[in-house]
């Protein structure tokens, strides 16, 4: 399972990242995919670090899940995309 933060590329165009988390680029995401194909994992986090935020949040109770997602602007990366940045790819995907 590749788990990649947003991805650098024409599908992310106008969407902010959350705090704390940097964009990654579609090279990145294939290069762990193939250190994956010659020592195979289950989980392919990128970058690696988000695999720690994540399951830290995890284990705690719900109200601070909620708390940490909201500093980090996690809870808004997709409510609060820049729709003239998407404006190319939104009508390029109506087209299909």
């Not at 830290?56 to 990366?77: C, G, T, Y």
């Amino acid at each position: 399972m590749v788990l990649p933060a947003i991805v650098q590329t024409e599908l992310s165009a106008g969407v902010p990242t959350a705090r704390g988390v940097k964009p990654v680029t579609a090279d990145d995401v294939a290069k762990v995919i193939e250190a994956t194909v010659r020592k195979p994992k289950p989980e392919l986090w990128v970058p690696r670090y988000t695999q720690g935020i994540f399951k830290s949040a995890f284990v705690l109770p719900r109200r601070a899940q909620n708390a940490i997602s909201r500093a980090m602007h996690a809870d808004s990366v997709l409510s609060e995309r820049d729709e003239a940045a998407r404006a190319d790819y939104e009508r390029r995907a109506r087209e299909g």
